[in-house]
C-alpha cells in the first residue's frame, strides 16, 4: 500500500446520514463504502451503535460494519455513546471505535443524560471490555472529546477542562484522544493552541485526530492549523452530506473533495483518486433524491493539468 502523509477519515455515512431525516438503504450504503474505498479512502466511519429510535437512519450499522469488513485495508470506525454500543460494537468487529465526550458537562448531561464522572466510569467499563478480547481482535478506543473549541450551551469551554479531561480519558485506558470541534466554534489560532497543548499534556502519538466543522466556513483554514500542529487524521464527509441544521447553505463537516484537494494540490499525499472520489456522489444523489451535496471542487471541477 503506498504512503500517505494525512488519514481522511471519511464521516459521511455516520455524522452525514445521522444529520438528514431521510434513510439511506443498506445496499445503497454497502456500494457508497466501497466506492469509497476504492477510490482510496483508508478509514470510514460506517455508523453509530445507538438505539434505532433515536437514529433510524444508522439502524443497521452492524450489516454494514460486516460488509466494510471485508474490504482490505479499511479501518472500519464507529461512534458509541456508551458501554452497550461498545459490546455492540465489539460484536460487529469495528476496528475503531469512538466515544464523544462532550467537554461542555451541560452538554453531556443534556445530550446523554451523564456527568463527567458518570461517562468516565463508562469509559473504563468499555476499557475492562476490551482488556478481555485477544490483542488482534481489540479494536481501537478514542475518546473523542466534543464541544472542545466551544458550547452552544456554556459558550467558551476553558481549555483547561480540556486538558484535564484529555489526562482522565487516558488514564482510564484510552488509546488515543481526539478533538471535535462540534460546534464550529474553532478559529485556525485555537486550533493550533488547543492541539499543542493537549499533545503537551497527553503526548504527541496520542492525540492525532480532528473533528472539524464547516459551519461558519473556517473548516479548511482550520484543517490547515491542524496540521501545522501535527495532526495527521482529519474527518470529513463527502459533499458535506448533512449540512449544517444551525446554519442552511453551509456543509457540517468539511467537505471531502475540497479536503483533498486542498491538501494534494500542497503535495501531500491522501491516497485517494479525487475523480473516484467525485463520482461516488452519484450513489448518495441516487440514493438520496433531493438532497443537497455541497463542494467547490465538485461544483468548479478540477483545474487543468490536476
Ligand atoms: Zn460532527
Redesign the pocket.
Known sequence: MKKIDIVISE?GPR?GLQNISAIMPLPAKKIWVSALATAGLREIEVGSFVPARILPQLADTAELVTHAQTITGLTVAVLVPNYQGAENAVRAGVDKITIPFSASETHCLANVNRSHEQMLEEVRKIVELLKTLPARQRPIFEGGI?TAFGCTLEGHVPEKKILELATSLMAAGCDEVGL?D?TGYADPAQVRRLVGAVKAEVGNNNLTGL?L?NTRGLGLANALAALDAGITTL?SSLGGLGGCPFAPGAS??IVTEDLVYMLESMGLRTGINLEKLIETRQIVQAALPGETMFGFIPDAGLPIGY
Open positions: 464521516v455524522d466534543s471535535s462540534t473533528h466543522h474527518d457540517g463537516n
